[in-house]
């Protein structure tokens, strides 16, 4: 089983940007779908951002399009998250996940049989 280890959580403000990093151990992540998610104090994890294998299919929560940027480098066996123009509602703890899936489950977090222990991003307004 994979071991995925995020980091380049932080505090930043309102406007500022962060990049995230997850790095997997154990297994190559070259077929695997990856994704990242998150959860605020008092809800729901949430799905953010995901890249099936062949990384010509990113897919955005509505709520960071156009500002996140999801990528892999299989070679390095890492995923990142590029997270520009970040607001205080982006403040959560962020999880990096992966799993054998299908296009139509890559936002569903039941879906992922891999996940990290995540990392805490703090957006000062």
């Known amino acids: 089983q994979v071991r995925l280890v995020e980091s380049g959580g932080g505090l930043v403000q309102a406007g500022g940007s962060l990049r995230l990093s997850c790095t997997a151990s154990?297994?190559?992540?070259?077929?695997?779908?990856v994704g990242w998610f998150r959860q605020a104090p008092g809800k729901e994890r949430e799905f953010v951002a995901s890249?099936?294998?062949?990384?010509?299919?990113?897919k955005y929560s509505d709520s960071v399009k156009g500002r996140f940027t999801i990528s892999r480098d299989d070679a390095k066996m890492t995923i990142y998250l590029q997270m520009n123009s970040l607001k205080p509602e982006d403040t959560a703890v962020y999880y990096c996940?992966?799993?054998?899936?299908?296009?139509?489950?890559?936002?569903?977090?039941?879906?992922?049989?891999?996940w990290g222990q995540g990392t805490q991003v703090t957006v000062s307004s």
């Open positions: 154990a297994r190559t992540l070259r077929f695997y779908t």
């Open positions: 996940a992966s799993g054998l899936i299908s296009t139509t489950s890559v936002s569903s977090s039941r879906a992922y049989s891999d």
């Open positions: 890249l099936l294998w062949d990384s010509r299919t990113p």
